[in-house]
């Protein structure tokens, strides 16, 4: 979420989003500095914080491919491909979470947080620790509209239906001798 500094601020959402004791939160994102002797409370991003070896440089490489990402990817897949209880689809994100000093989620884990019974719920499993996971390294809208799940979480925000595709541009409308025509709500 931008503001008119133009910086990120996370939402309380996604601060809220972290399970208790996840150790991914304190390297994505904080609450709380210390500026001229004063406690300053607000949520701020982390992950790319570094101290520049020169003015207007950097030591932090822009993410491109993670093993997290490719792990959760071949969770979802194996998923989609057809549920299996505590198979494994359920190794691959686990991983994920055991890294992350969380418990392994299994399908009649007694506790009803940690139980993933059946392919839907899978998929829910999926899409939150992608969301925590890779915490402002921009996948989230395209796993949303990828799972059809952008206009169900994101409507309340203002999402219309429409925006779940990318318009056309105008020179490819006028360029392409098929007579393409714009995406529905962006003429």
Known sequence: MGNPLGQNIPTAEMNNAYEANDARKAVSMRTS??????????????????TPAANIDGDNN??????????????????????????????????????????????????????????????LAIEQERFVELAFEGHRWFDLVRTDRALTLLSSKGMEVHEALFPIPQTQIDINKAKITQNPGYN
């Open 62 to 123: 822009w993410i491109v491919l993670r093993y997290a990402d490719v792990l959760l990817m071949y969770a979802e897949a194996l998923n989609e491909l057809g549920y299996v209880a505590d198979g494994p689809a359920f190794t691959y994100l686990n991983q994920i979470r055991t890294r992350a000093g969380l418990p392994i989620k299994t399908s009649n884990n007694a506790n009803l947080a940690l139980r993933v019974a059946d392919q839907a719920a899978f998929r």
């Open 33 to 50: 500095y210390v500026l001229s002797g004063n406690t300053v409370t607000h949520n701020y991003i982390v992950k790319y914080s570094g």
